[in-house]
């Protein structure tokens, strides 16, 4: 067989070994668990075996040889002739990851550098009776073969390398029958075989004789290189048939010299076999050139072709259109509707071909799931902590970049989960808890979402010792500390820095290690979420976008220009008025429910220039847009609507811009930037101390909020905290002997609900009820009661200062109704204590008298 | 790169920035359209323009006049964009005018003066029907100032 270029189908051999190594480390953790149980057995065996047959084929030796000891331990243990010992399973586990580092040799052209013979050899430890480690040392035997082909300086080198590497080199001649069909093609066959076996050196007559030559004559001979003793070669050989006679003679540093007996084998040019075996030297590659592949279901290429088929379709129909348009005597009306069809079909094939192709890019998070039981267990065992690992939701399929980016972080966040959150057996048996502490790991879709969980039932975050270790390592102030929220401070874990564990060991706790999931996650438009409970567990949740490729995004203009904001980090989009807006120092800030929203101009920080008109604007758009725990609001001038954007890169002669991700096309061809939300979050997360302490102030002289409402023609206001709606008017249930001032009772969602005629209440005079009239339900401690207003205005934000006390002259019962009264513009607006108005005794006084 | 040899077998595109002449061998022009609609980038060097739409990749533009420090034109309806091969990347500059597509006589070319700009930014200069015309060394064009700034 001719050695071609194997690197074509290295992809396909990393993904299978990468695939293989996986049911090895899964299919172990089982066996630890039930080391009696023979499907598993056979599992491993099956996956070693495959292992080795694709690395032989693709001539990694070394690769080879270890799976080939792994494959003999597991036949052994198949054959019951060995126990499976936690030791054992130890020591499996180092063949693995000797095998895994084997496979990055590949990848990295390192092969050569690579030591493997110490796992070959604890590994044959392991082989109990035959002692065939000892066998294949290659002691120059007492009795010395003799050897019928004579060999080349660099065959002979070849042969000795092998020889102090430990391998036994063999001459293997090989007879077939005269009769048998085929000779050549039997020949390659045993070829190939030996080349399972070992590496086959030399071959007489050469490859390339065996492969052309029709009058061969059913003789050749191999030097093979191997670890594999002489009985298990015939039995190689043997498995092809028609063979006449096998000779395996050992080839040691005696014989390899002597001059040979001249047999009646053909001998071939030792030039070309020489070539030959330059060109497998060559193939342990210096730098391995692999080319990522993805294998996808055949019935979702199936499904793209129909598409394909689809929109070709379209395509001659729209040629069609365009030939008979241009015809004189065309029916346009007609053509247009065709092509108004067409248009639509197309349109859906392309976003169904869209989310075809995507899929194909989607692989199920099993894949990377599947890496995390050994580690635990690894890491379990060096914390010495119990721990039951679950994993949920390996099928949800998520962008096979993803699953590459979002390996690191997951690891951490498990060894974190393992290392900080379980207590040790002991401290969880004080704490009344089971002894194994649990660690779960979930996978999700939530709508355009992936979300990954990783729970554990351990000791918890506790907020008040991150605040500590924060002002201890100077990230915080104490004055910052106190002000803190619980939350705000968890977040803290991922600034560099700033580790709660006691000691650093070697699994984690020197601090770092947060601060690189967080931007890892950040870098795939991601957001992080903490939830902690003291002494109950920690739950870390990762929300990522489906695909990076493509993606749900806002767009916004900022003067002339059209950007993209990611929609995963939009939370919402809201319009401050002006005034809402207050300058600290020399930043703007918002503020939005009572919180302080740092805000962004980001037309001044692109450098686009201002309109006119935007002094003359009374509100502004503010996008808030979040990045892991931080939000910001971005300054547009306008929102256009989301949209789903492919993202392409900008060059690299351009490079990295400021505050941009890449760019995108639009539907009219115009090109779009995208923000990269990170990178502006990340500026504004630098403010300055006096910034965060004036930002405080600012929260809190909270302003308070009224619904404000006509009363004749007095406007008059509710503390929004204690309304609870605002309805029309329904059909209202007279009550039999209520009191004067209750209208009757409506039914509101289910609930009956009295209605006081506020007008009464208050002793103005009545009046019909208009279509402007309105009832608003406030919240009382026994029961919710409605008020009847003649008009609603609005919802009105005043700030506490701004609230004056009522005036002294007011009859002594009102002014316990009114809270104060403010002044806005030339309005006056008298503020009611609506619980006043529902439980004054006067209210009652005046009920019971009526 | 052997100017008589090149000079020999190329054909040559001509176009004028600034009222002067200037060139680049057919070989290296990918092609050349009228100015589409060019989108701003914020925070890039000034020497690039902007990007542009071309059938579904985005390009770089870059700014040739102000590579070779000459004032800003008008725009034109005759301005054409040339989307030249840079490294790895196909990338555009406009140009006032596509003047002709020629080839230059061996004998009337020089390598450059040896003034040290013109040595960066040019292979040589061909004479054709009296005018002087500067065969542009493109990668230099490109990358030079590029990598400096």
């Not at chain 1, 020889?163 to 020949?187: F, I």
């Not at chain 1, 540093?253 to 084998?265: A, R, T």
């Not at chain 1, 129909?306 to 379709?313: K, S």
């Amino acid at each position: 067989m001719k050695d071609f270029d194997m690197s074509a189908y290295l992809g396909v051999y990393l993904d299978e070994a990468d695939e293989q190594i996986q049911i090895l480390d899964t299919e172990i953790l089982l066996l630890e668990n039930e080391p009696t149980n023979m499907g598993i057995i056979q599992n491993i065996f099956r996956a070693a075996h495959t292992l080795k047959g694709s690395s032989a084929s693709m001539g990694f030796e070394k690769m080879k040889e270890l799976t080939h000891n792994l494959e003999n331990v597991f036949d052994q243990i198949r054959n019951s002739e060995l126990t499976v010992t936690s030791d054992l399973i130890n020591v499996i586990f180092s063949t693995i990851d000797q095998i895994k580092v084997l496979k990055e040799a590949i990848v990295e052209g390192k092969l050569d550098e690579i030591d493997i013979s110490s796992s070959i050899e604890t590994l044959n430890n392991y082989k109990n009776g035959k002692a065939k480690p000892t066998e294949q040392k290659a002691i120059p035997s007492k009795s010395e073969d003799t050897l019928h082909v004579e060999l080349d300086i660099y065959q002979k080198n070849i042969v000795r390398q092998g020889l102090t590497l430990g391998h036994s080199a063999l001459e293997v001649t090989v007879k077939l029958h005269q009769e048998a069909m085929m000779k050549n093609v039997r020949a390659l066959l045993i070829h190939n075989n030996l080349k399972e076996a070992g590496e086959v050196v030399a071959s007489f007559p050469s490859i390339e004789t065996l492969e052309s030559e029709e009058d061969f004559n059913g003789e050749m001979t191999f030097i093979v290189l191997t670890m594999v003793v002489k009985r298990e070669v015939f039995d190689i050989i043997n498995q092809i048939p028609d063979i006449k006679h096998v000779n395996i003679n050992e080839i040691t540093e005696g014989n390899i010299d002597k001059k040979f007996v001249d047999d009646e084998v053909l001998e071939a040019p030792p030039t070309a076999i020489s070539t030959q075996e330059q060109s497998t030297q060559a193939n342990v590659p210096q730098k391995a050139k692999v080319n990522a592949t993805v294998r996808v279901d055949v019935e979702k290429l199936e499904y793209l072709m129909n598409l394909v088929g689809e929109l070709v379709i379209d395509q001659t129909r729209l040629v069609d259109v365009r030939t008979r348009l241009t015809e004189k005597d065309s029916r346009q009306e007609d053509d247009i509707e065709i092509l108004d069809e067409i248009t639509s079909h197309i349109s859906r094939v392309t976003s169904e071909l869209q989310e075809g192709m995507m899929k194909t890019r989607m692989l199920p998070i099993e894949q990377l799931f599947n890496r995390f039981p050994r580690m635990v267990r690894d890491t379990a065992m060096k914390a010495n902590k119990e721990i039951k690992f679950n994993m949920h939701g390996k099928e949800t399929e998520l962008d096979r970049t993803l699953i590459e980016e979002i390996s690191d972080p997951i690891i951490h966040l498990l060894r974190n989960a393992i290392d900080h959150g379980i207590e040790t057996p002991e401290e969880r048996e004080l704490a009344g808890k089971p002894k194994v502490g649990k660690v779960e790991l979930l996978a999700a879709h939530e709508e355009n979402h992936i979300v990954i969980k990783i729970s554990d039932d351990g000791k918890g975050i506790d907020p008040e010792k991150i605040k500590s270790i924060a002002i201890k390592k100077g990230t915080l102030s104490e004055e910052e500390a106190k002000e803190m929220t619980d939350k705000d401070a968890m977040f803290l874990i991922f600034k560099s820095g700033v580790s709660t564990a006691k000691k650093v060991t070697d699994i984690s706790g020197r601090g770092v290690g947060m601060d690189i999931v967080k931007t890892h996650i950040e870098k795939l438009n991601g957001i992080i979420d903490i939830d902690s409970v003291i002494g109950e567990g920690t739950t870390f949740t990762i929300k990522l976008p489906l695909t990076l490729a493509i993606i749900r995004s806002l767009l916004v203009k900022f003067g002339e220009q059209t950007f993209a904001i990611p929609l995963v980090n939009v939370l919402e989009i809201i319009r401050l008025n002006k005034k809402d807006i207050q300058m600290i120092k020399d930043k703007e800030f918002g503020l939005v429910r009572g919180r302080v929203l740092p805000l962004v101009r980001m037309k001044e920080k692109l450098g686009i220039e201002n309109c006119e008109e935007d002094h003359l604007k009374k509100k502004e758009f503010v996008i808030v847009v979040g990045m892991a725990d931080k939000r910001i609001g971005i300054i547009a001038d306008r929102t256009l609507g989301n949209q789903e954007i492919v993202i392409k890169s900008l060059g690299k002669y351009i490079g990295s811009p400021p505050y941009i991700a890449g760019a995108t096309i639009m539907g009219d061809g115009s090109v779009a930037l995208i923000l990269e939300i990170s990178s502006i979050v990340r500026d504004e997360g630098t403010q300055s101390q006096l910034n965060i302490e004036k930002q405080q102030q600012l929260e809190m002289t909270k302003d308070r909020q009224f619904v404000t409402f006509k009363l004749e023609d007095e406007e008059y206001g509710f503390d929004i905290e204690e309304t609870k709606d605002i309805v029309s008017v329904p059909s209202m249930t007279k009550v039999v002997n209520a009191p004067k001032d209750v209208l009757g009772l409506i039914n509101l969602r289910g609930t009956m609900l009295p209605v006081v005629d506020l007008r009464s209440r208050l002793n103005i005079k009545q009046k019909e009820v208009t279509k402007k009239s309105r009832i608003i339900v406030t919240e009382g401690k026994q029961q919710d009661i409605g008020f009847l207003v003649d008009e609603v205005t609005q919802v009105l934000k005043i700030q506490d200062d701004l609230i004056e006390l009522p005036p002294v002259m007011n009859e002594k019962k009102n002014r316990k109704l009114i809270k104060g009264i403010t002044k806005l513009d030339d309005r006056v607006i008298t503020l009611i204590n609506c619980n006043k108005l529902l439980y004054d005794e006067d209210f009652i006084d005046s009920t019971s008298t009526a | 790169m052997n100017l008589s040899n090149d000079v020999e077998n190329m054909q040559f595109v001509v176009f004028s920035l600034n009222n002067q002449l200037y060139s680049l061998s057919v070989k290296e022009v990918v092609e050349i359209l009228r100015v589409p609609k060019i989108t701003n980038v914020p925070g890039i060097p000034h020497l690039i323009k902007g990007v542009i739409n071309l059938r579904g990749s985005i390009i770089t533009i870059i700014n040739l006049h102000e590579r070779f420090q000459l004032p800003q034109p008008e725009s034109d309806k005759k301005n054409r964009v040339f989307i030249v091969q840079g490294d790895n990347e196909n990338i555009g500059f406009i140009v006032d005018e596509v003047k002709m597509v020629t080839k230059f006589d061996v004998e009337e070319t020089e390598p450059p003066f040896g003034i040290k700009i013109d040595k960066d930014l040019f292979v040589g200069f061909a004479k054709l029907d009296g005018e002087v015309i500067g065969i542009l060394n493109i990668e230099k064009v490109l990358y030079n100032e590029h990598l400096a700034g």
